[in-house]
Structures are given as C-alpha cells and as structure tokens.
C-alpha cells in the first residue's frame, strides 16, 4: 500500500514508519486529557453565561412589568374619570 503524500508527512513529522496508525494507552491518556482540559472549562463558561442571559431576561421582564403596571396605576389615579 502506498501512503498519500499527507500520511507520508505525517509518519515522518511523528517519527512513526508504520503505514497503520495506532495510539499506546499513554498517547490516548494524554490526548483525552488534553481535550478535557480544554471542553470543560468552556462548556462550564458556556453554561454560566447561558444561566446569567436567562436570569437577566426574566429580571428585565418583572422590572418592565412592575414599572408598566406602576405606571397604568399611576395614569388612572390622577386622571379625572378614573
């Protein structure tokens, strides 16, 4: 089997001759934690950020409903039919 010229690069680069591609359990060690040092820092920012949007929103909309409300009450009582 011949190997494409990226593969080849590839093999080369990592010192590995072989053209099948496998990883000893160190490797895979190093590798799975290497992407969880990554993916859960940023999915724990991800949920932070989505967890203050939502308290941010439900906050704005009482205090747009409280001042609305305030200010219907407010219009009715001073006016003279009210």
């Not at 940023?42 to 305030?70: D, E």
């Amino acid at each position: 089997m011949s190997d494409t010229k990226a593969e080849a690069q590839f093999n080369e680069l990592s010192g590995r001759r072989s053209e099948s591609f496998t990883w000893t359990p160190e490797e895979e060690k190093q590798l799975v934690k290497k992407i969880d040092l990554f993916l859960l820092p940023t999915i724990w920012l991800m949920y932070l950020l989505s967890y203050m949007w939502a308290t941010l929103t439900l906050t704005l909309t009482l205090m747009a409903n409280q001042t609305q409300g305030s200010y219907k009450h407010r219009q009715r009582k001073n006016s003279r039919y009210g």
